[in-house]
């Protein structure tokens, strides 16, 4: 089965503020979509109401055919955005458990193997709060891959990596896609989108419009 995301005139307003305007998005599994604008462009808030945190002010969003805002949905989704909240006290493996228990579709041999794909030692026990920025975002990604997701959205995913941890996570997006699931990826940085995404989008106050055509195969 080759997983699909649909949006359909999908517009989102705070107030008298018009964040998301009339958004269309046909998207399919095995690629990798990038989204590129300024600061308040829309492409956080975008990614909210595509993966199902906030419901549109009007229009619809499917995941495999399911109404993301209305019922039930069977897809995994994978998410990575800004101002994430894990707890503090807990180390890395400890949170990646306590999330994992959730769903129940993962073993704990699962948290520590994706903790060491993203270069996570699962038996450090240093605790969430003491953890550089760049541990934190290595974390980021592992809960958002270790269930394999059908949907990943990645909100600057590279953001405080030095240059391996961006190769490596780089490589885990390709890797993502390969299997199958849809990714959608926001970031500031040129290389993330021109070496990794088939497709990309521009948004602009709130509006999407595809800019880059085709950018390469996976």
């Known amino acids: 089965m080759q997983h699909s995301l649909v949006a359909e005139k999908v517009s989102k307003r705070m107030g008298k503020k018009e964040l998301l305007l009339h958004v269309n998005l046909e998207l399919t599994g095995g690629n ?49 955005l800004e101002n994430p909240a894990l707890w503090p006290e807990l180390t890395g493996r400890e949170n990646l458990l306590y999330l994992s228990r959730i769903s129940g579709v993962i073993s704990a041999s699962k948290v520590e193997e994706t903790m060491g794909r993203v270069g996570l030692d699962p038996d450090n026990s240093l605790p969430f709060r003491k953890y ?66 088939n497709q990309v989008y521009s948004m602009e106050n709130g509006t999407c419009s595809l800019a880059g055509g085709e950018v390469r195969g996976i």
């Open 132 to 197: 550089s920025l760049g541990m934190r975002q290595r974390l980021l990604i592992a809960q958002a891959v270790m269930e394999e997701p059908d949907f990943l959205f990645l909100d600057e995913p590279t953001n405080s990596l030095d240059e391996e941890g961006v190769d490596l996570i780089r490589q885990i997006i390709a890797e993502e896609a390969e299997r199958g699931a849809v990714v959608l990826l926001s970031s500031h940085i040129k290389q993330d989108i021109s070496w990794l995404c």
């Open 32 to 80: 990798i979509y990038g989204f590129t604008g300024e600061n308040g462009s829309g492409k956080t808030m975008l990614f909210r109401v595509l993966c199902g945190l906030v419901r549109p002010s009007m229009g619809r969003v499917w995941m495999d055919g399911a109404d993301v805002h209305r019922g039930s949905r069977k897809a995994r989704t994978g998410v990575v």
